[in-house]
Structures are given as C-alpha cells and as structure tokens.
C-alpha cells in the first residue's frame, strides 16, 4: 500500500469487529472491509484475497504439497477446543438485527456482487448441498464439499458457453465429482472444474464468499437479503 | 506565577493526559456498542496521544518544579510530586495498547508441510492460493492470533481471523 510493505496489529474493536493497526503509518483499518478508516492511509482499501475455510482433510487432498501454519508453543495451551464455534454461539453481542426471523449469531456466507450483498444461512446452504440463487444481477451457485460442511461459491455461468447451465447435484457423492450440468453433460468437482463432458477442463470463476455472524455482516451490509426469507 | 495557578496548570495537565487514556479505553471496550464518530474521535485521540500526553507531562514538571520552590508546606509538595509521578505514568500508559499485548499476532509465522502437522481431517482452515503456493491458517490457532502476517509466493498478505 502506497508503495509500503505494512505489517498489522489487532489494536481494537467496533461493535466485535476487530481493528487493526499498521506499523508503517499508524493507521486504523476495519477487519472486516479491510478499509482504513483513520489515520494517514485513511480511506485506502486492502486488496481481498481469495480465500475458502475448508475442512483440513478436504484442503490436503486438493493440495498435498501445501503448508500449515504451525502452532506457537507459547500459546497452544490458549487456543480455540475443537467446539469452539458452539462455545461462541452463547457469547452476547452488543449490536443485533432481529429481522426476519434472523439470531445474531446465525452463521451465514455473505455475497456481495454488482452492488447488492445478499447473506445465505449456512445451515440452509448444508441441507440443499447446492444453491442457485442471484446476488444483484449475478447469478451464483453454492455447492457443499462431500465433506458435508465445506462450501465454495462460484458464478451460475460457464465460461465460453452461451446460456445458463443448469446445475444439480449428484444423487450420491461419486469421486471427483459432485454435482453436475445439464447443457454440456458435464460432471464438475468442488474446486469448480469440469472432469467431465464438452466442457472437461473448463472452471467456474469463484465468486468471493464470507462466512460471517448474521449481526456483522448485516451491520456492514445495511441492505443486504437473505436467501430464501 | 502564583501556587495557586502553577496548582491549575498543573490539573489541566493531569486531565488531559488522564482523558487521553481513558477516553479510548472507554469507547473501544470489547461488550460496548460503538457509534462511528466516538469512534473516529476515539481513534483520533489514540494516534495523537503519545504526544499529548509528553507534553502534559513536561508541562506537569515544569509546575512541579515552580511550585516546590513556593510551596513550604510537605504535604502540599508530595501531593504535588505523587500527581506529577501519575502524569508521568499516563505519558507511559499512552504508549501501551492494551489490544496489541493480549493478542499475540503474527509477524513471523512458521510453516509446516500438510504431512507434518498434527491436524484432524475435521479442523478447520482457512486456505489460500497465490500462484502455486498453498497455504493453511488453523481456525483454532488464528481465533487465538487473529492476524498473521506472511508472504504467501512473493506476495505480502496477512491473514485475519
């Protein structure tokens, strides 16, 4: 950013999303936008950069020669148990949405896409294993990994082929392959890419994807919808 | 310069460097709902109050030392010194960000190869890919850190969770 390398520090907290600082500057930035919202970058945007949060099973068999950041000595004593993310669901929030039924703590994957943000309850996208919905104008599709929690968002369109493909889902997880296309006869696996068919080869383009609290996202996202409600 | 006004100068320097550290720690408290100009206000007040709190605490001695020499009476004169020494402890506290010494981020953080790391098939991760390398951030490890600064291939990112 402006020609610095910055190095951050977790300096703070709006309403539960954290604040970081940069050494170089002494700038604020908000986490969860990735703005710096004082100081002298004031108004600076991070670059996002692509990621999934995936089953570590599911990742090693996708990239075998991968790393893992490693445990600090130090500190593992104070790390998050395994149930961590049930332990959090009963910790109160200080800001709350109670609109259309939503909990603060409800676990949703967040899209923003040409201008609009559009918020998918988790447990929702797990039970129908793959969502073909519209953020804005753009149309996106929601596929669960045959690990049953790993999800990955991707745009509803094939590239090069002209139409919308008609996505569904295998009857039963085959290796490889995890849902399929009826316009190019298609199988396509959870990294997006068609093993299968006239179109074997071709990838979706991945559609970046938040997995947040229903408060958080809605507090960044005043206008954002909720599938199916 | 009167005891008496030396004693206000003297005040105003320990409010001062007293709201400078108290007022963000008040704002930015973890179960407190935040509006965004106390916040801005906040924040403003973080950047600037290594110095305002310098000069509070030059200034406190400055009084301090005027008021020695026309204050006879002792206890006046420890009041006067122990109210300085706070100034001074404030000047101190200015520099401490109470955030960055509890959460333990990450500026070096150290690399296993997916093989060699004692992780269960269901932790979760947070994955990314820069080119042709991979990269894994533990869920449980980062709840903890929360900021993991790396170079990922040749690119700097950091990490936040």
New interface residues.
Partial sequence: MAGL????????????N????DEET?S?WQ?ISGVA???PLKGQH?TL?????????T??A???????????AA??R?????D?DKEMKRV?T??NFPERGMKARDLILGIQAAGASRAFLYDQVVKEKLVKDRVGAEPVLLVLSA?G?SVRAFRDRIPGVHGAPDFYRLAANKPGALFMDASTGGEWNFQGCAVSGSAKGTCLERVPMLKDYWFDWRNYNPTTTIYGR | MTRRRLALIWLLSLAAAFLSVAY?LYV???????GPRE??AA??V??FRPAITVICAVVAIAALVLYWRLQKRLVWRILAVFGTACVALLAFAARV?I??LM?????H???????H?K????????????GS?????????????????DVVGQ??????Y
Avoid: C
Wanted: charged fraction near 20%; avoid cysteine; hydrophobic fraction near 45%.
């Fill in positions: 390398r910055l190095t951050f520090h977790l300096a703070g907290i709006n309403n539960q954290f604040l970081m600082r002494g604020y986490q919202i004082s100081g991070l950069v692509e990621s999934d949060e995936l089953l570590f099973a990742w090693k996708e990239e075998p020669h991968g790393t893992v950041l490693k445990d600090v500190f593992t104070d790390y998050a148990p395994k961590w109160r200080v800001i690990d929690q | 963000p930015i408290w973890p179960f407190r709902a935040q916040l801005a924040l403003l973080l950047r960000n955030y960055e959460f333990h981020h990450l500026d953080p150290e690399f296993a190869a997916a093989d790391v992780l269960a098939n269901d932790e979760k991760v947070i994955v990314v890919k820069i390398a991979a990269r894994a951030y533990p869920i449980r490890s980062m709840s903890y850190h929360h900021v993991a600064n690119t700097a990112i950091v990490a936040t």
